[in-house]
């Protein structure tokens, strides 16, 4: 590669907003301090005046006119090249992906990366009453920004089963997971629960983290007045928690121009590889729901861009929005279950906290952080979108890559994942089905609302169903495995769902 197309990272920083701020910033306001904080960083004060790319994950937690625009004026910077991109946790390494890209190819001279949410303060306001100086938009302007902010990752009947719940979603996945391997579902719980105390336990060393207790196996596991149960098998402490102020910004530029510029060699942190692939939109259209091909090929072209092996890799972020993520990740990208490096840097979403598209930003940052400190580490950094559906991986380390990210196509790979999607799932189903995943959904009481499944027909078809209100009374049904069994199933008319019953 020529050295002038070889993108360096040149700036990053990360900013927590505590509970206890007593006129707390709003989030534009909050994303604008992490981005000062980066460009500061860098020792070169006009580094604004080059700015011509601002990439950034949108802002959920509250709504303007013009985010991107408004935050371009906070900061005093005039980027021609501006993309404000939909909800997804895959966005930032994605964003960071892409600027490579554009660098490397000249398009870019120094691309900025951020962004951030403010969900506890809005939390306060509501319960509170807590007064909140932010500014305000019309309901027009609210709606159109709704419309707009999210991807579609269901389809109909998937959104008619509550498939637009994530937690819902992911404890679906957790007990397909459970059933693939060797585990009983009281080991599984075990596993979980020992994971994220170790999670857990870093967040508690981290400045930035949200919650800073480290917790035990049995804490995080054990339901309890502040650990409810959610969705079987997940309590409260095993799902991201979306209730923080948190925001973080990462600088891009090339080998030359950070020469030009003048900046710390010290500073330096070259993004090694990076892949983005998807897995099957729709969820109940994949033929095995507790994998995830598009980290197998990512993880490994990623990899292949560095010029490193997995055994090369000192640490991994792996995206922890619920621990079936952490597993699946793990298997995927091959790294031992009895392997002593961590799988997080930051603490993980459930401890760190999860600023909705933005956490992976924070990974990215605190690599940066740990590269600059102890230059021999290589970090691997993965950003998972949607329902395990959008991948995107991030290699980093203080030496230039093996090869230019230009060299590197992969569509073949992405239409031979997109090619093994099942048919669109049946939608009245009447005979027998036998259960791929399931779960039951709790009130706040810790009482099951409903039960929902994944299952296929006795001809292989796959469909959805809630399980019948009646079936949920059984003694210990929290207790059995329903993977593997066979129900009844019957489409209910009156309310347009299949329901299944287990009393049979």
Known sequence: MSKKLIPVIIGAAQFTQRKDTPHP??????????????????????????????????????????????????????????????????????????????????????????????????????????????PKVSKQVVNEARRKAYNNYLNEL??????????????????????????????????????????????????????????????????SPDNRKVCHPYTKRMVANIFVDQTAALLITSENFAEELGIDQNLWVYPLGGVDLNNIFSISQRPRLHDSPAIRHASKLALEQAGLTLDDIDAFDLYSCFPCMVEIARKEIGIPENDKRDLTLTGGLSFFGGPFSSYSLHSIVTAVDLIQSKPSMKIMVLANGGYNTSQSIGIYGKDRPAKSRLETNYANIQ??????????????????????????????????????????????????????????????????????????????????????????
């Open 158 to 223: 998937e959104i008619n089963y509550n498939f637009n719940n994530a937690t819902n979603v992911y404890a679906l996945i957790e007990t397909a997971l459970r059933n693939a391997s060797t585990h009983s579902f009281s080991e599984h719980l075990q596993q979980i629960g020992e994971l994220y105390s170790c999670f857990s336990k870093i967040a508690s060393e981290n400045p930035y983290a949200w919650s800073r207790k480290s917790f035990n196996t049995k804490e995080i596991i054990t339901p």
């Open 415 to 504: 239409e031979k994942i997109d090619a093994e999607a099942l048919p669109y799932p049946l939608n009245e189903a009447h005979g027998r089905i036998t259960i791929e995943a399931y779960t039951f959904i709790y009130d706040r009481q810790g009482q099951i609302e409903r039960g929902i499944v994944i299952g296929h027909m006795e001809d292989g078809s796959r469909t959805l169903a809630h399980i019948d209100s009646e079936s949920i009374l059984i003694k210990d049904v929290e207790q059995q495995d329903l993977v593997g069994k066979t129900y009844k199933i019957e489409y209910d008319a009156k309310f347009k769902l299949n329901k299944i019953t287990l009393t049979e």
């Open 25 to 134: 910033l709003d989030p534009l306001k909050l994303v604008a301090q992490a981005c000062q904080k980066a460009i500061e960083g860098t020792g070169n004060d006009n580094i604004k005046s080059y700015i011509d790319t601002l990439y950034m994950t949108t802002i959920t937690s509250w709504i303007y006119a013009d985010p991107p625009g408004e935050l371009c004026e906070i900061i005093d910077i005039r980027p021609n090249n501006i993309d404000y991109v939909k909800v997804t946790g895959s966005a930032p390494q994605a964003l960071v992906n892409k600027a490579v890209h554009m660098i490397s190819k000249g398009r870019s001279k120094i691309a900025l990366i951020t962004g951030g949410d403010a969900y506890y303060s809005r939390y306060r306001r509501a319960r509170h009453n807590l007064e909140l100086d932010w």
